[in-house]
């Protein structure tokens, strides 16, 4: 039996654009929307304010601009001889020196960023977008579904993600799509169980009740009203993942699970290549992408970090 506009409850509105012209009661959006609306931008400013998030977003920054736009930090190739010769001391003709083959070490520094920040961005992201659908879904429907993508994602996680990727790579080649497949599969069970454990406690409030009494459909429950009250932990987990998914990327290709060529501009190929040559005190090939590498993932934490503190406040 559907109600009418005199039996809706109060503080709700009557949609009447609905099929066959049937009258179905929706909430009412602007208290909620604008006390949201509020929250984020007391969120935003306590953000912005946080030394954390600045200096994060500045080291994110800089390697965001050495991966789009290389040539504005670097003047050399990353594949151009030096006169300085291999390798150089940093400073005896190159910043930060120069490597075996005399490369300069500044400027694969910049132009490695590209491949570690296409790769985990996409990754993260792909990930997310399935892991979040997949936690919505078991946590709201529970039931048999549940039950199985719960086993799978058990299944998943019981194997090491190393041995996972590389068992991965070595079947389906090393292609750049492979990797990002790769990674965001990796990354898909940890979320999916976040997301699913805060869609239970969701679904179990009132607001959610309320909603399938007014008879709305699971998705539009999902979407509209889950989805909106996870926003900030899916957030929270974008960020966290793209740190491991640098490290992770930064690790298939110091193992050579990349498929690029060990002249290609690369972190992880570059310390892979150099690092023998420190017990010869020939140290900066290899610390300086390192170090890249260690600075890039502090970055995204330091924004993890601030973001987690923000929702929190």
Known sequence: MTEGPEDAAPGLDVDTATAGGAATPV????????????????????????PGFIIGVIIVGFWLIAAIVPGLLSSVGPKEFTDAGARANPGDGAWLGTDGRGFDVYARLIYGARPILIVAPIATALAIVVGTTLGLVMGYYRGLVD???????????????ILM??????????????????????????????????????SELDYVTSAKMRGESGLFIVLREILPNVTGLVVVELTVRLGYAVFTYATLAFLGFVGADLTDADWGIDVAGNYTQIVRDIWWPSIFPALAIASLVIGVNLVTDSIDKALKS
Do not use: H
């Open 27 to 50: 909430d009412e959006p602007g208290p909620k929307a604008a006390t949201r609306k509020q929250v984020r931008r007391e969120q935003t400013m306590v953000l912005v304010k946080s």
């Open 165 to 202: 990727a590389i068992l991965v790579v070595f079947t389906f080649g090393s292609s750049r799509a492979v990797i990002i497949g790769t990674i965001a599969v990796l990354f898909v069970p940890a979320i999916t169980r976040t997301i699913r454990s805060a869609a239970i406690a969701e």
């Open 147 to 161: 039950e199985i993508i719960s086993r799978v994602i058990e299944a998943i996680l019981s194997i090491p993600v």
